[in-house]
């Protein structure tokens, strides 16, 4: 049995073949991050095991590795996520000196993934893997969006005495679009404010026709998480494209390490206490406290259970409560959705 660690990158990912014992075998290998990566990788590990059955265990960089992971599963080869925390421990343990560089780092990803038999095995899915194309795009979009809101905000400051609020919607780009027309200006200064308040009009307009997208997408993916106050289709959206399958969280506890929401305990003088854990996938943080804010607004049950922790912990600390509690419904809510994914074919396959 052979496991290959990998350091992923942006441009190049470093790998590094361990034996059993946990020492390496074999030359390690820096190969580019293009098209050729998947094959240059197969090529390599052959050299070193012919029959061996080959474990890959890339640290948890999915940013960075996602088209690695699904080209290996592909391939036909298992796959397994290391944490960040547990390549450190392993590289810290076999370390000579104490210095840190790639190949330490891919070499403790292998021994982290030997050690450590119950790791993560990466899993595709089809809904999963348009999702995500999706609501990255959309983030991408909104980003642009507000950028460009705010150099024009700034912009419209210099000439106008009033603008619009909401430039987000279609009335506020309609309103300024009506306020430019009107007002005394030059007709180059003119020009390039109507410029920007129609490139801000088709970005909201991309963005709705993908809110549209994606709600035929999550409906049917989703039913019991789009019950849950405060989870909208673009946060259920965002639920299914980061977590993905929910099985690799065995229970709610290890889905709120990976999201941000279980504290720390912390020891002190005998004394047992926690702090907010400021690590995690903090996209998913987000989406836990906008859900935690929508109910917080109108959910009786989360309004009790704020009552009952704010006098003890204070406003933060009952929401962070809260959000941990969410944590437990949605792990419940996706097990259940997922049971039934193999049941369902999305309207967009059937148009297909």
Request: proline residues 4%.
């Amino acid at each position: 049995m052979v496991t290959v660690g990998i350091d992923p990158h942006k441009h190049v990912h470093v790998a590094a073949a361990v034996g059993p014992d946990g020492r390496r075998i074999g030359k390690p290998l820096t190969v580019k991050n293009d098209a050729l990566l998947i094959t240059a990788l197969l090529t390599w590990v052959r050299t070193i095991t012919d029959d061996a059955a080959v474990t890959w265990a890339i640290e948890d960089g999915r940013g960075f590795a996602r088209r690695l992971a699904d080209g290996l599963l592909l391939a036909g080869h298992e796959v397994v996520w290391v944490p960040t925390r547990l390549t450190a421990a392993h590289r810290k343990l076999h370390a000579a000196t104490g210095a840190k560089s790639d190949l330490d780092d891919a070499a403790a990803a292998a021994r982290a993934a030997i050690a450590t038999p119950d790791l993560a095995r990466h899993r595709i899915d089809e809904h999963v893997r348009e999702l995500r194309v999706l609501v990255d795009h959309r983030t991408d979009l909104i980003k642009r969006r507000t950028n460009l809101i705010n150099q024009l905000k700034a912009q419209l400051h210099t000439w106008l005495d009033h603008t619009p609020g909401d430039l987000a919607r279609p009335k506020g780009t309609d309103a300024l679009a009506a306020l430019l027309t009107a007002a005394r200006l030059g007709s180059h200064v003119r020009g390039v404010l109507m410029e920007m308040t129609a490139e801000i009009a088709g970005l909201n307009q991309r963005v709705r026709g993908l809110d549209t997208t994606i709600k035929e997408i999550v409906s049917p993916l989703a039913p019991t998480l789009l019950e849950i106050t405060g989870i909208s289709h673009n946060s259920a959206a965002v639920l299914i494209a980061e977590i993905g399958d929910i099985t690799r969280f065995p229970t709610s506890a290890k889905l709120a390490r990976y999201t941000g929401c279980a504290p720390i305990p912390v020891y002190s003088s005998d004394q047992e206490r926690h702090r907010l854990h400021r690590g995690g996938n903090r996209r998913l943080n987000s989406v836990l406290y906008t859900a935690a804010i929508v109910q917080k607004r109108f959910h009786p049950a989360a309004q009790r259970l704020l009552e009952r922790h704010e006098p003890a912990k204070g406003k933060r600390g009952a929401r962070r409560i809260l959000q941990r509690h969410l944590i437990d419904v949605i792990h419940r809510a996706m097990t259940a959705d997922q049971a039934t994914w193999q049941h369902h074919v999305t309207r967009h396959q059937l148009a297909a």
